[in-house]
Nanobody
Framework: QVQLVESGGGLVQAGGSLRLSCAASGRTFSAYDMGWFRQAPGKGREPVAAVSRSGASTFYADSVKGRFTIFRENAKNTVYLEMNSLIPEDTAVYYC???????????????WGQGTQVTVSS
């Protein structure tokens, strides 16, 4: 199966931007729908954004619509999460995940990265 490694997290002030990257290795990246999830302290993990294997279809959580963009480059085996207008409530560990199922069926994700911390200061 594919292996996932996230990068790009860090500390940013409210209103700032970050781009997360998730590099995949192993089996054919383009066979997988991809998603970004996050888990804030004391809360459960929630889906943030997802993209189909072709890149044509996307999902965004209501809390990030208009601020975050997910896109993928299959030639580079990488999926990205562009995060703009960050707010303190976006503070969380962000995880990249992959599924051979459907991008917006979140219980089908079964390959996970190690996570990257995003901290937004007020």
């Amino acid at each position: 199966q594919v292996q996932l490694v996230e990068s790009g997290g860090g500390l940013v002030q409210a209103g700032g931007s970050l781009r997360l990257s998730c590099a995949a290795s192993g089996r054919t990246f383009s066979a997988y729908d991809m998603g970004w999830f996050r888990q804030a302290p004391g809360k459960g993990r929630e889906p943030v954004a997802a993209v189909s294997r072709s890149g044509a279809s996307t999902f965004y959580a209501d809390s990030v619509k208009g601020r975050f963009t997910i896109f993928r480059e299959n030639a580079k085996n990488t999926v990205y999460l562009e995060m703009n207008s960050l707010i303190p409530e976006d503070t969380a560990v962000y995880y990249c995940a992959a599924t051979l199922g459907t991008y917006n069926r979140f219980n089908q994700y079964d390959v996970w990265g190690q996570g990257t911390q995003v901290t937004v200061s007020s």
